[in-house]
């Protein structure tokens, strides 16, 4: 037979034990992140899903449609077509679809990539209802992306001139005095 002494002096240290434990957590900073309202900061080496690079000199993709990177990957996610132009020397990008949900992250498509024309996005919130969500058209993507951005960096250089004020004219300038002339000239003929 077993002491029930000893039963309960052990099954009281348990208790402290995880109380204490509980106890020390409860006064520790809070881990957890209102995920709506407040975003997880991901660390430098993380890879989403691969996105093309812009060519900042042609504006188009860097791609050189050499089906390197569809021949490194094991997965067989990635789909590239090119065209190649009559007196042209490099091929152009048509296609490249990646199938994200066979894709492993491996980094063979970006190491194996001549023209460094791939990288891993940033972008980890990728959520959907159905399989074709997953079904990226990267080439599509690049371009909208590219489209947003030079409309972003547009913006804010017009923005200043149309949110300034005019001046008000001084008559004693003749640059004032003009257009002041011009509209009671105008005044009179009516």
């Given at each position: 037979?077993?002491?029930?002494?000893?039963?309960?002096?052990?099954?009281?240290?348990?208790?402290?034990?995880?109380?204490?434990?509980?106890?020390?957590?409860?006064?520790?900073?809070?881990?957890?992140?209102?995920?709506?309202?407040?975003?997880?900061?991901?660390?430098?080496?993380?890879?989403?899903?691969?996105?093309?690079?812009?060519?900042?000199?042609?504006?188009?993709?860097?791609?050189?449609?050499?089906?390197?990177?569809?021949?490194?990957?094991?997965?067989?996610?990635?789909?590239?077509?090119?065209?190649?132009?009559?007196?042209?020397?490099?091929?152009?990008?048509?296609?490249?679809?990646?199938?994200?949900?066979?894709?492993?992250?491996?980094?063979?498509?970006?190491?194996?990539?001549?023209?460094?024309?791939?990288?891993?996005?940033?972008?980890?919130?990728?959520?959907?209802?159905n399989k074709e969500d997953f079904q990226?058209d990267l080439l599509r993507r690049l371009?909208?992306?590219?489209?947003?951005?030079?409309?972003?960096?547009?913006?804010?250089?017009?923005?200043?001139?149309?949110?300034?004020?005019?001046?008000?004219?001084?008559?004693?300038?003749?640059?004032?005095?003009?257009?002041?002339?011009?509209?009671?000239?105008?005044?009179?003929?009516?």
């Amino acid at each position: 037979m077993k002491n029930p002494l000893k039963e309960v002096a052990v099954g009281l240290g348990s208790l402290f034990t995880g109380m204490r434990l509980t106890i020390a957590q409860f006064f520790k900073k809070d881990v957890t992140v209102q995920y709506p309202h407040q975003s997880l900061q991901m660390p430098a080496r993380f890879r989403g899903h691969i996105e093309l690079v812009l060519d900042h000199e042609t504006g188009k993709a860097a791609c050189i449609a050499c089906k390197m990177c569809e021949k490194a990957c094991p997965s067989e996610c990635i789909v590239v077509d090119g065209v190649k132009p009559e007196g042209k020397g490099k091929k152009i990008l048509t296609e490249y679809t990646l199938d994200f949900t066979r894709c492993s992250l491996c980094a063979a498509c970006v190491e194996a990539c001549k023209s460094e024309a791939l990288v891993f996005s940033r972008e980890y919130n990728l959520a959907g209802r159905n399989k074709e969500d997953f079904q990226m058209d990267l080439l599509r993507r690049l371009e909208a992306k590219s489209k947003t951005e030079a409309y972003h960096a547009a913006a804010p250089a017009a923005e200043p001139e149309a949110a300034a004020p005019a001046a008000p004219a001084d008559p004693a300038t003749p640059e004032a005095a003009a257009p002041a002339a011009e509209t009671k000239a105008a005044e009179a003929q009516q």
